[in-house]
C-alpha cells in the first residue's frame, strides 16, 4: 500500500498571526514538503492543478520535474490533472516527458475540477463536463497505446497520422487514477478501462465513499478486469496532529474556522464526526485511517492533506515527522497483515512493466526474476 500527501496549493492568510505567504513562498513549500515526504519514508507526492487565485500549481508537470531532479524514489504523482479543459494531445506529451526524467515514477489522477470560471478560460463549456472528460481520456488512452493515431471527437480538431512524442517509457504508459468527489460517471469511466478510482473522501460522509466505491468496484468486475476486491482504490483523508489530542484541537481550530473552503459552517467537532477529518493524537489518526477499509475494503493508496487553510511549513514539516515516525510505519504493517494475497499492490512502473512483459511472453519472465522488476524481493 502506498502512503503520501497531496496539496492544493492555495495560499490563505495564517488566521493566527494574520500573514499570507507570497506565490513564490508558497510554491517553495510545496517543494520543501515533497523533499520531506521522501526522508521521512512516505511514497507519493502529490499536487493539485488550479488556474486561479488563491491557488498557486498551475503547471503541475514543472513543479514535479523540479522535485524528480532532487528525489531518489518519491512517486510523483497529481490530485487532479484537468482533463476537461487540458488538450489531452498535450497532456499525453508533457507527462510521457516528465515520466522520462523521473525514471518512471510518475501517475497522474484525472479529474473535472471544480471550479466553474476555468471552462471558458481554456475555451470550454462547464455543461460539457462529463462528455469532455470522457471523450477526452479516450483520446488520451490511445494516444499513450498506439504509436499512430487517426481520431474524431467533439471538442477538438481531428487528428491525421498523429504520433505523440516521447512515447510512453518502456512503452508502458503512467498509472491514471480517476478522481472524483461525487460524480458516478468518473466511477464508470475508471471501471471501463480498468484503471485507478480515486474517492476523494474529504467533504463527504462515510456513506457516500462507500457507494462511489461500492459501484466502481462493481462495476470494474462487470468489465472483466478482476473480482471487485482486486480493483484499484485510492482515498484521500485530512489530519492534523500534535502528540496530545487537547493540543491538536486547540492549534487546529483556528485554521479550520478560517478556512476558505470549510471555515463559518459546521464546528470542528461536528465536521470530524461527519467527515473523515481526523484531528488529534498520531494513535487516533492510526485508529481512524484503519477504519477507512471496513466501508470501502482493502485498498491500495492513501494520500493526506496536510499543508492547507494557512498552516504555516514549520507545522506542515512537524506533521510530515508524525505521519513518518508514529502514523505510516504502523499502518503499512496492519494493512499489509489485512490483505488477502489476491488483492493487488499499488501500481508501479516496474510493476506494470512485469506485468506488460508477461503477457506478451507469458514463458519470458521466471517468476523470481518478474518479482525482482516489479520491485519486490521473491524471498
Known amino acids: 500500500?502506498?502512503?503520501?500527501?497531496?496539496?492544493?496549493?492555495?495560499?490563505?492568510?495564517?488566521?493566527?498571526?494574520?500573514?499570507?505567504?507570497?506565490?513564490?513562498?508558497r510554491i517553495k513549500a510545496m517543494t520543501a514538503i515533497a523533499l520531506k515526504a521522501e526522508e521521512v519514508g512516505l511514497?507519493?507526492?502529490?499536487?493539485?492543478?488550479?488556474?486561479?487565485?488563491?491557488?498557486?500549481?498551475?503547471?503541475?508537470?514543472?513543479?514535479?520535474?523540479?522535485?524528480?531532479?532532487r528525489t531518489e524514489r518519491l512517486l510523483l504523482s497529481t490530485a487532479t490533472t484537468l482533463i476537461t479543459t487540458n488538450d489531452p494531445v498535450k497532456i499525453a506529451e508533457d507527462y510521457a516527458m516528465l515520466q522520462h526524467l523521473a525514471d518512471g515514477r510518475v501517475d497522474l489522477m484525472m479529474g473535472r475540477g471544480n471550479t466553474g470560471p476555468v471552462y471558458p478560460w481554456f475555451g470550454q463549456?462547464?455543461?460539457?463536463?462529463?462528455p469532455l472528460a470522457i471523450e477526452n481520456y479516450d483520446l488520451l488512452h490511445r494516444l499513450w497505446r498506439e504509436d499512430v493515431v487517426d481520431w474524431k471527437g467533439r471538442f477538438r480538431t481531428p487528428l491525421q497520422s498523429f504520433t505523440s512524442t516521447p512515447r510512453p517509457l518502456d512503452g508502458v504508459p503512467p498509472f491514471v487514477w480517476h478522481g472524483s468527489i461525487r460524480s458516478p460517471e468518473i466511477a464508470e469511466q475508471a471501471a471501463y478501462y480498468g484503471d485507478g478510482?480515486?474517492?476523494?473522501?474529504i467533504f463527504w460522509p462515510k456513506e457516500h465513499t462507500q457507494r462511489m466505491v461500492g459501484l466502481y468496484r462493481q462495476r470494474y468486475a462487470h468489465y472483466g478486469h478482476g473480482s471487485p476486491d482486486q480493483a484499484i482504490v485510492g482515498l484521500g483523508g485530512q489530519v492534523?496532529?500534535?502528540?496530545?489530542?487537547?493540543?491538536?484541537?486547540?492549534?487546529?481550530?483556528?485554521?479550520?474556522?478560517?478556512a476558505p473552503v470549510?471555515?463559518?459552517?459546521?464546528?470542528?467537532?461536528?465536521?470530524?464526526?461527519?467527515?473523515?477529518?481526523?484531528?488529534g493524537s498520531p494513535q487516533q489518526v492510526v485508529d481512524r485511517t484503519l477504519g477507512f477499509r471496513d466501508y470501502v475494503g482493502d485498498y491500495q493508496r492513501q494520500l493526506f492533506l496536510i499543508d492547507h487553510a494557512g498552516l504555516p511549513l514549520k507545522t506542515v514539516l512537524e506533521q510530515l515527522d508524525l505521519l513518518g515516525e508514529e502514523v505510516v510505519p504502523?499502518?503499512?504493517?496492519?494493512?499489509?497483515?489485512?490483505?488477502?494475497?489476491?488483492?493487488?499492490?499499488?501500481?508501479?512502473?516496474?510493476?506494470?512493466?512485469?506485468?506488460?512483459?508477461?503477457?506478451?511472453?507469458?514463458?519470458?519472465?521466471?517468476?523470481?526474476?518478474?518479482?525482482?522488476?516489479?520491485?519486490?524481493?521473491?524471498?
Open 43 to 69: 511514497d507519493v507526492f502529490a499536487t493539485g492543478e488550479h488556474h486561479n487565485p488563491p491557488f498557486v500549481p498551475s503547471s503541475p508537470t514543472t513543479m514535479l520535474g523540479w522535485i524528480a531532479a
Open 240 to 258: 492534523f496532529m500534535r502528540r496530545n489530542s487537547q493540543d491538536a484541537v486547540r492549534e487546529f481550530r483556528p485554521y479550520f474556522d478560517n
Open 262 to 279: 470549510y471555515g463559518h459552517g459546521p464546528s470542528l467537532e461536528e465536521f470530524t464526526r461527519e467527515t473523515p477529518l481526523t484531528v
Open 125 to 130: 463549456d462547464i455543461r460539457n463536463g462529463i
Open 330 to 379: 504502523v499502518l503499512r504493517k496492519e494493512f499489509d497483515s489485512m490483505r488477502p494475497a489476491h488483492v493487488p499492490a499499488a501500481p508501479t512502473h516496474a510493476s506494470l512493466l512485469a506485468d506488460q512483459l508477461a503477457a506478451a511472453d507469458p514463458f519470458a519472465l521466471t517468476t523470481d526474476f518478474a518479482e525482482l522488476l516489479a520491485g519486490r524481493d521473491p524471498s
Open 197 to 201: 478510482f480515486f474517492a476523494n473522501h
Open 1 to 25: 500500500m502506498q502512503f503520501g500527501v497531496f496539496t492544493v496549493g492555495d495560499v490563505t492568510v495564517d488566521p493566527t498571526n494574520g500573514q499570507m505567504p507570497s506565490e513564490r513562498e
